[in-house]
């Protein structure tokens, strides 16, 4: 058996491959840079026309920009008229920010357990969860992969919820035949570099509701409006502003939207690119999971993912070590792992809060199991079988021989 690098063998690549990576190419940087030379850095038009592009691209009547996915859920969190003595039920396998939005607007986040097989939420697992102090939903599309989104949406009309999609790793997928972005009360879009596509930093609501598209509009400036329609007060005269909610300056800028603007064109390549990747490691770990070493990821026949993240689940209990030693074995083959993600309410701040270990069990024997294995459109096939054969290499080395 090979030497890993970790006990000092050669490592199967020189340098270290990243989990995940943006993709920018030339026309992206004209595109920027043109807008550096007009008389527009922010509030100019490549954020009306960035809008367009995304709210065409989700099925979406409206789109709303902000400065990232977090400001944009926590507008959404607003639109959605959640305050204090609220609930809101959301995934605890996620980024932080689904369930600091809550937190934003003094609601309270409330966890369903994840389903083992496709590691989403699900109707019945919320409906546990549902109280009548429950106001809105906000299921994640971990992974890539979309919720049921058309089930979940249906759950929240008939109980008067609001459904808020975090879709942060989801821009270009879809369930059902449905893209995400065309279903959901408002669904979230993050373009943070790992995402996929990227504004550096941005975020977007899309929602076929006009008046939650005001709402998040007049949240994302400060709460001011100039729309003469929409005064609450009489006009005072052709500069008259008037600020009608508390909101915050959560715009984009247009060096960012004129990115997004051109990466968009590219969307549905990085999407197929993804998904190719993604069938290579299935093929390659199959004889892994017929081992018993492993289990791939699964996909649901309705879903059509975003393959965001390739996380593989190790069956610890036929293997001689933990997570830890073999995300450590992998770094050391220059192989970028990573985990997704640590429950959100074990973090000490919803500790502090009152959430407990043992609240979600699935969640939190499956986050001891995960590893994020690297997946991003740019990535060549050398890159791809580096992984694969780390992975082989790491796995053979610690798998129990019985
Ligand atoms: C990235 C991410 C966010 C937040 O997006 P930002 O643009 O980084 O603020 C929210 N939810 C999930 C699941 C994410 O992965």
Not at 43 to 71: D, M, R, S
Not at 80 to 90: H, L, M, Q, S
Request: proline share 4%; with cysteine; glycine share 6%.
């Amino acid at each position: 058996m090979e030497t890993l690098a970790i006990n000092g063998g050669k490592p199967v690549r020189a340098s270290l491959l990243p989990y995940g990576q943006q993709w920018v190419d030339e026309q992206d940087i004209q595109e920027v840079s043109a807008v550096l030379r007009s008389s527009f850095l922010t509030q100019g038009p490549k954020i009306e026309q960035f809008e367009e592009a995304v709210a065409k691209q989700a099925g979406a009547t409206y789109a709303v920009a902000f400065c990232n996915g977090t400001a944009a859920l926590h507008a959404a969190c607003f639109a959605a008229g959640i305050k204090e003595g609220d609930e809101v039920i959301t995934s605890p396998l996620t980024f932080v920010a689904s369930s600091n939005c809550v937190l934003y607007e003094g609601g309270t986040p409330v966890f369903a357990d994840v389903d083992p097989e496709t590691y989403l939420l699900t109707v019945e697992q919320m409906k546990a969860k549902l109280t009548s102090r429950t106001k809105a939903i906000i299921p994640v599309d971990f992974s890539g992969q979309p919720v049921n989104m058309q089930a979940f949406q249906a759950f929240a009309r008939e109980n008067n919820l609001v459904m808020i999609q975090d879709a942060a790793h989801s821009f270009g997928a879809s369930y059902d035949g449905q893209p995400v972005g065309s279903v959901a009360d408002m669904t979230m879009l993050s373009f943070h570099p790992v995402k996929p596509v990227t504004t550096a930093e941005g975020g977007v609501i899309v929602t076929n509701n006009e008046l939650y598209a005001k709402k998040l509009r007049l949240f994302r400036s400060h709460g001011i409006t100039r729309d003469l329609q929409e005064l609450e007060h009489e006009s005072e005269g052709p500069w008259y502003y008037e600020m009608q909610e508390l909101g915050y300056n959560y715009r984009m800028t247009d060096m960012q939207a004129a990115l997004g603007l051109s990466q968009i064109n590219r969307l549905d390549r990085f999407i197929s690119f993804r998904n190719e990747i993604a069938a290579k490691y299935d093929a390659a770990f199959q004889v892994l999971e017929d081992k018993g070493w492993i289990r791939r990821p699964v996909v649901r026949e309705q879903a059509h993912s975003g393959w965001h993240l390739y996380i593989l689940q190790l069956k610890l209990e036929h293997l001689t070590v933990d997570r830890r030693q073999i995300f450590e074995a992998l770094r050391a083959e220059n192989i970028g792992v990573n985990v997704h993600y640590i429950p959100v309410y074990l973090n000490p701040y919803y500790a502090k809060l009152g959430y407990k270990q043992g609240l979600c069990p699935t969640a939190e024997q499956l986050y001891t199991s995960f590893i994020t294995l690297p997946l991003f459109p740019k990535m060549d096939d050398r890159d791809v079988e580096d992984t694969i054969q780390a992975v082989n290499k790491v796995l053979e080395f610690y798998a129990k021989r019985s």
